[in-house]
């Protein structure tokens, strides 16, 4: 990789000159699909923008122009360019590179992404800060990757095009989210159909109204001139959506043609106002893997680097998405009325097995997870029972319509949070630490977190027959033991606890999966003579008044454990309830505090807080020595 060899910074790229600007995107594309082989990461969008990253590189001059990267797992190829190259074997690895974009990591990326949509409104305020303080710098939005499924992109170019700011869009076009776009929109910009005939033919008329208004003179025909104008770009131009924005559009151009691109950023960063430059682009282009398998590159286990196929896992275990998809695909056949709704992640739900059975009760609404939970509520409204499964960190952007459209009228609409808890290398930006908190202040809704794949079927079968909102959550991980098929478990009771271990003193009331590691802490603490309680606390809200008011008869400390944010979470819920109940019973917390968290392992980050069978353990050895020196 000689020329890649030779890149320290995005000066190095702009000295080069254009003939080598193509082998240098073979050899930026090589490295990537080697090096996330190994590391294991988002690996389809970072292909598909390699030639777009170099000729935004090579066009402007960052970080003094700013260009904004939407969806920050398309910048793989603009970290190794710009001066993290020998970093990217850390990608995703505790202490190193981040798989997004991150401020505090380079002064080029200008602001931080791993959400959908952000990039235009973000652009837009800093051409606002430019302009206030009279600076002159470009700023480019990179939108794409299924971004323009979401509204949010919408919202700033509404905004933009009303202010008239000089800011630059590159819609980056590559057909997909996770799974491919959906929407009208996505048919829209798939049926502008590139033709040099059609951009040539409108500015040619523009020029030549232009020049007859000149000659002609007078106030009506200079208007008579704008009206026609305006029709002929309504004829010619394929980019109209964007023009009646406010946009200049340019487009559509070859997103993996340098020159193309490189000519026209050359044209378009030298005028004004807002401008458009549409480029299609192929998601996961080069990546080893035939065309059917477009999806499974999105975010890629390590692989084989010749082949594109995963290596081989030690795990047997099925994964918590798995257990869930195949749960609904077979309640959905005792239930005519379920459906499931999922905002671009059919794979990363476990929906898409829903799908392939059930492909008239499936709903990919797109990136636009308030949509989704409205839409759901609609049909609910009409005696459907949806099931909306999207991340826990993805679903904190529905908020005000979980609590709006759903709650207030207390519809049975089912939330399935994929991703909670610690997310591992995906990171900050992909921590599902907040669902506890936010859906406990939800009135009406139900809180629920399973311990193992047949409690989450257990779950999903209460959920059908209860009459309002209702939520669970469980992690990326492997779901402990394996699950039955949905027709052998029933129903969870609702509201419900589960004593797993009995014992004294101490009671440990473990949330979801922190059953297991409480579960192993007190195996520990009985070889030191500590015998504790162990209950499973499945229902976080409402949870089981009559057990919790007899384990505070019989305990005389009630250590919480969850693996979710401590401030405002089932902890904090279950300390204001012990407090009205018995004043003396003590309630530890234990859980995530209240920080951001580097990407690592999710073993690692758990370990990090104390969430594991040892953590817990030597919690409770501390509060117990500390006990006896306080009687003594």
């Not at 080069?16 to 988002?42: C, F, K, M, N």
């Not at 990326?109 to 409104?121: C, E, K, L, N, Q």
């Not at 008869?553 to 009630?558: A, C, I, S, W």
């Given at each position: 990789m000689a020329l890649l060899d030779s890149i320290r910074g995005?000066?190095?790229?702009?000295?080069?000159?254009?003939?080598?600007?193509?082998?240098?995107?073979?050899?930026?594309?090589?490295?990537?699909?080697?090096?996330?082989?190994?590391?294991?990461?988002?690996?389809?969008?970072?292909?598909?923008?390699?030639?777009?990253?170099?000729a935004l590189i090579h066009s402007f001059e960052t970080p003094g122009d700013k260009i904004v990267w939407d969806v920050g797992h398309q910048g793989y190829p603009w970290k190794v360019l710009t001066g993290r190259n020998a970093q990217l074997p850390t990608l995703r690895q505790a202490g190193g590179l981040s798989g997004f974009l991150r401020r505090t990591e380079s002064e080029h990326?200008?602001?931080?992404?791993?959400?959908?949509?952000?990039?235009?409104?973000a652009a837009l305020g800093m051409a606002a800060a430019r302009d206030m303080r009279g600076d002159s710098y470009h700023v480019v939005a990179v939108v794409g990757d299924g971004a323009m499924?979401?509204?949010?992109?919408?919202?700033?170019?509404?905004?933009?095009?009303?202010?008239?700011?000089?800011?630059?869009?590159?819609?980056?076009?590559?057909?997909?989210?996770?799974?491919?776009?959906?929407?009208a929109i996505n048919k829209y910009l798939g049926s502008i159909i590139a033709s040099p005939f059609t951009n040539r033919m409108r500015e040619h008329v523009k020029h030549l109204i232009e020049r007859a208004s000149h000659l002609v003179g007078g106030k009506s025909m200079v208007e008579f001139a704008k009206t026609v104008e305006e029709s002929i770009k309504n004829l010619w131009s394929p980019g109209m959506i964007f023009e009646e924005l406010g946009f200049r559009y340019f487009g559509p151009i070859d997103g993996h043609n340098i020159d193309a691109m490189l000519r026209t950023f050359d044209l378009v960063k030298n005028l004004k106002g807002p401008r458009v430059v549409h480029v299609v682009t192929e998601k996961g282009k080069g990546f080893p893997l035939q065309e059917p398998d477009r999806e499974k590159f999105h975010a890629r286990q390590p692989y084989d680097p010749v082949t594109g196929v995963l290596r081989p896992s030690q795990s047997k275990a099925p994964g918590w998405t798995k257990v869930f998809g195949t749960a609904i695909t077979e309640l959905a056949a005792e239930h005519p009325e379920l459906v499931a709704i999922t905002a671009a992640m059919p794979s990363g739900t476990g929906t898409d097995i829903f799908e392939k059975r059930w492909p008239?009760?499936?709903?990919?609404?797109?990136?636009?997870?308030?949509?989704?939970?409205?839409?759901?509520a609609g049909l609910a409204t009409q005696g459907i029972r949806p099931v909306v499964a999207i991340y826990s960190t993805f679903l904190q952007r529905a908020y005000d319509s979980i609590i709006h459209d759903v709650a207030i009228q207390n519809l049975p609409v089912i939330f399935s949070m994929d991703r909670a808890g610690m997310v591992g290398a995906d990171g900050q930006t992909h921590m599902g630490l907040y669902d506890l908190a936010y859906m406990l202040t939800v009135p009406n809704m139900t809180v629920t977190a399973p311990r193992d794949g047949a409690e989450l079927i257990g779950l999903l079968r209460c959920a059908l027959e209860h009459d309002g909102p209702f939520c669970t959550r469980y992690p990326r991980d492997k779901a402990p033991g394996p699950a039955p098929p949905a027709a052998e478990v029933g129903p969870v009771p609702y509201g419900s606890w589960e004593?797993?271990?009995?014992?004294?003193?101490?009671?440990?009331?473990?949330?979801?999966?922190?059953?297991?590691?409480?579960?192993?802490?007190?195996?520990?603490?009985?070889?030191?003579?500590?015998?504790?309680?162990?209950?499973?606390?499945?229902?976080?809200?409402?949870?089981?008044?009559?057990?919790?008011?007899?384990?505070?008869?019989?305990?005389?400390?009630?250590?919480?454990?969850?693996d979710g944010a401590m401030v405002n979470g089932f902890g904090a819920f279950v300390a204001a309830t012990v407090q009205s109940i018995d004043s003396d019973v003590r309630v530890v917390v234990l859980g995530i505090p209240d920080r951001t968290y580097e990407h690592a392992s999710r073993a690692q980050q758990l370990e990090e807080v104390g969430l594991t069978g040892p953590g817990i353990a030597e919690r409770i050895r501390t509060w117990s020595a500390t006990e006896t020196l306080s009687a003594t």
């Open positions: 995005p000066a190095d790229v702009r000295n080069l000159p254009r003939e080598q600007l193509q082998d240098l995107a073979d050899e930026v594309r090589q490295r990537l699909i080697e090096v996330v082989s190994q590391t294991g990461g988002h690996i389809g969008a970072g292909l598909g923008v390699v030639e777009l990253t170099i990326d200008i602001f931080g992404a791993g959400h959908a949509g952000t990039a235009m409104s499924t979401c509204g949010l992109p919408y919202e700033g170019m509404n905004n933009a095009g009303h202010s008239d700011r000089d800011i630059i869009m590159v819609l980056n076009d590559n057909g997909m989210s996770i799974a491919p776009n959906v929407g008239d009760r499936f709903f990919d609404v797109g990136i636009a997870e308030a949509h989704a939970t409205t839409f759901a004593i797993l271990r009995e014992g004294a003193e101490c009671a440990i009331l473990a949330v979801g999966v922190m059953c297991q590691p409480a579960m192993e802490a007190a195996a520990l603490l009985a070889e030191d003579g500590l015998d504790v309680t162990v209950v499973n606390c499945r229902f976080v809200k409402p949870f089981d008044r009559a057990m919790l008011e007899e384990l505070v008869r019989h305990h005389r400390v009630l250590l919480t454990v969850e």
